[in-house]
């Protein structure tokens, strides 16, 4: 299992409207390449001027999670910029793979 975890970075001010665009946009696209919910996590706020939430969207393998980076989530990476503004909401992704221990 690949999990695509994608953090949001914004203004505190505006995270009603960020929510409410992955719960309509972000959220449907990942449920529908992925085929289960993704998680969404608040992060804590190390400084004030800045709120973070992760989304975390898990794939049955790497060459799955990437084809969505590449493909949906640089689709919606465009409308959220157009949407917010591109300096405005920042989407940093990282890949990470299930390992046993």
């Known amino acids: 299992m690949t999990v ?16 409410e665009w992955l719960r309509d946009m972000w959220i449907p696209a ?3 390449a ?6 969404v996590l608040s992060m804590e706020q190390a400084q004030d001027d ?4 992760a989304i975390q969207a898990a794939f049955p393998s790497q060459d799955a999670a990437q084809a969505f980076a590449a493909r949906e ?4 990476a465009e409308a959220m ?3 917010f503004g591109a ?3 920042v989407a940093y992704p990282t890949f990470m793979t299930e390992i046993e221990l």
């Open 4 to 19: 695509y975890n994608t953090t949001f970075f914004f203004p505190p001010q505006i995270e009603t409207a960020v929510r």
């Open 30 to 32: 990942a449920t529908a």
């Open 34 to 39: 992925c085929c289960s919910k993704p998680l």
């Open 50 to 53: 800045v709120a973070r939430l």
């Open 73 to 76: 989530a640089t689709l919606l």
């Open 81 to 83: 910029a157009a949407r």
């Open 87 to 89: 300096q405005t909401v």
